[in-house]
């Protein structure tokens, strides 16, 4: 029942193309050069590290989906967060460790090569979304499985939405506004995470009883 609320049409490309941009421009702020260094909103990642995975998606959007299909079926977008070992992992475990340890090291280049090694994808990242070029599936290699393409655009753009917010934060500025059909598949997908993570009631009080609500229903 719970993967029913995924249930809607596939994410406007040309808009997540502008998603990419606006946390481009994010990272590309003097702010988040300024702080590179200094431990960013997510515990132990730097700024850098964290622009790193930001503009990162950018990377993934377009060297995963120059892939050819896989043979085996896909999972579905619920399962894929039902099986990631980060989802339910502590700060402190491996899972999460590998990740920020891996993007802070990667940051150490400094904020312009960081910057200038993603810009080049924004040439080819139309093409790669063109609905007639690409999969139909794409493996997600550091997990081992593959998720439908659609349900592959919609995961790399809650990472924008999400560690865009992380990123403004950490720094003082604004957070960006994204397009609205990004951000409702993004809210549509945190939504589902949520409510099989605290079940239906929780997610039913949080937004309309706060004085009956849990004190927290996040995705993760």
Known sequence: MVDSILVMGSIDRD??????????????????????????????????????????????????????????????????YGRADWVDAGADDEANT????????????????????VEPFFQTLPTRLDATRVPD????????WSVTTDDFLVIRAMEL?????????SVGLTTPEFPASVVAHVVRLLTGVAMRRHGQT?????????????????AF
């Open 15 to 80: 808009e997540l193309v502008t998603a990419c941009r606006i946390a481009f421009e994010l990272a590309g702020a003097p702010q988040v050069a300024a702080a590179w260094d200094t431990e960013s909103a997510c515990a132990g990642m730097t700024v850098g590290g964290l622009t790193h995975h930001l503009v990162g998606q950018v990377r993934h959007l377009d060297t995963l989906l120059s892939r050819p299909p896989e043979a085996e079926p896909p999972i579905a977008l619920l399962d894929h």
């Open 98 to 117: 590998s990740i920020r340890d891996g993007d802070n090291q990667a940051a150490g280049v400094g904020p312009a090569a960081v910057l200038a090694a």
């Open 137 to 144: 599936t794409v493996l997600i290699p550091w997990q081992g």
């Open 161 to 169: 939405v999400v560690h865009s917010d992380d990123l403004a934060a």
């Open 202 to 218: 929780a997610i039913v009080r949080a937004l309309s009883r706060p004085q009956r609500a849990p004190a927290s229903v996040s």
